[in-house]
């Protein structure tokens, strides 16, 4: 059984570039949640998408973006990208009964983003 | 507004020693779920453990106990005797809705033979 995959495992963009990160959540699985882990820190959630609308949502800029597609699959899209937004960008799934407080998330191994 | 602070930035211990990772939230909910999870160098989160804001008996499981007490918002994690193979970095999270977790800003565990 597979678990969340992600693609691709490293990322090199320079300022301004728009960048897509791809994730297909674990088999089972129909809710995508996004984080963004900076060096050092704790992952932030940037958005959840279920049933391919976006759910809910952190403090993040519009230049993030994504997409749910009906195979549950997501994307992650930053456009205007900044110095700042070098990160590791984790991917997490859940089942429709993850919605619940007490669900556990999977995560999967994060693409790492390098602007320069 | 959630938080969790997690004031140990770093550990170091030596193999088969206990070590214990302090955790403390901020919220206004009545209602919220607490996880710890392991970042191994790999990058990949793991989940280790769950706890909900009705439940405050301590429990053991493995190498694994928590701690949780409600009436000072305290949430801690022991590993008994541990390993190398312990190495990590650790988060505290807590969620009040949907999916949404909110993670402290981690412990870097190191285990040294």
């Known amino acids: 059984d597979a678990g969340v995959t992600q693609s691709p495992t490293h990322l090199i963009k320079t300022r301004g570039q728009q960048v897509t990160l791809r994730c297909s959540p674990k088999?089972?699985?129909?809710?995508v949640s996004w984080y963004q882990q900076a060096l050092g820190q704790g992952p932030q959630f940037i958005f959840q998408?279920?049933?391919?609308?976006?759910?809910q949502r952190g403090n993040f800029p519009d230049r993030f973006s994504g997409h749910q597609f009906p195979n549950y699959s997501s994307e992650l899209n930053v456009n205007a990208l900044l110095l700042g937004d070098s990160a590791l960008y984790l991917c997490?799934?859940?089942?429709?009964?993850?919605?619940?407080?007490?669900?556990?998330?999977?995560f999967g191994p994060g693409t790492r983003l390098t602007v320069l | 507004a959630q938080k969790v602070t997690q004031a140990q930035t770093e550990i170091s211990v030596v193999e088969k020693e206990d070590v214990t990772l302090d955790c403390v939230y901020e919220?206004?909910?009545?209602?919220?779920?607490l996880f710890w999870y392991k970042q191994p160098p790999s990058g990949e989160l793991v989940f280790l453990i769950r706890?909900?804001?009705?439940?405050?008996q301590n429990e053991i499981s493995g190498r694994y106990s928590w701690n949780f007490q409600k009436s000072t918002s305290s949430f801690n994690f022991t590993i008994t005797a541990s390993q190398v193979v312990d190495s990590a970095v650790y988060f505290c999270?807590?969620?009040?809705?949907?999916?949404?977790?909110?993670f402290g800003e981690g412990t870097q565990l190191t285990v040294n033979p």
């Open positions: 997490a799934s859940s089942s429709l009964a993850g919605m619940g407080l007490r669900s556990e998330q999977f």
């Open positions: 088999s089972g699985h129909d809710t």
């Open positions: 998408y279920y049933e391919e609308e976006e759910r």
């Open positions: 919220t206004r909910d009545t209602t919220y779920y």
């Open positions: 706890r909900n804001s009705f439940d405050e």
């Open positions: 999270a807590l969620k009040t809705s949907g999916s949404r977790l909110t």
